[in-house]
């Protein structure tokens, strides 16, 4: 069975860079479209982007396009979230899951999570 678990969270200043890392065990990554998605405090899940199996198309929420990048090394069975210019209000913990939006809602694999806090 297909399990997901996230890394590289942390603590960073604004204007900073952190990497997330979404690694798959008990089957292959490859298989599937993965998406990030991010719940701050008090606010609902939202998804942040989405990277189709082959790597091949991309997809991200407005408010991070052009400082967030996804990408994906199906050989090492592993999604990543580049994460530039970092802002406070990218404080939220980070999921990934298999599949994007409403289907990964209601059938995706999920990861725990990591935090990602913002803040000087």
């Known amino acids: 069975q297909l399990q997901l678990v996230e890394s590289g969270g942390g603590l960073v200043q604004p204007g900073g860079s952190l990497r997330l890392s979404c690694a798959a065990s008990?089957?292959?990554?490859?298989?599937?479209?993965i998406g990030w998605f991010r719940q701050a405090p008090g606010k609902e899940r939202e998804g942040v982007s989405c990277?189709?199996?082959?790597?091949?198309?991309?997809n991200y929420l407005d408010s991070v396009k052009g400082r967030f990048t996804i990408s994906r090394d199906n050989s090492k069975n592993t999604v990543y979230l580049q994460m530039n210019s970092l802002k406070p209000e990218d404080t939220a913990v980070y999921y990934c899951?298999?599949?994007?939006?409403?289907?990964?809602?209601?059938?995706?694999?999920w990861g725990q999570g990591t935090q990602v806090t913002v803040s000087s």
């Open positions: 008990g089957s292959t990554l490859g298989y599937y479209a």
């Open positions: 990277i189709s199996s082959s790597g091949d198309s991309t």
């Open positions: 899951a298999t599949n994007c939006g409403k289907v990964a809602e209601l059938f995706g694999s």
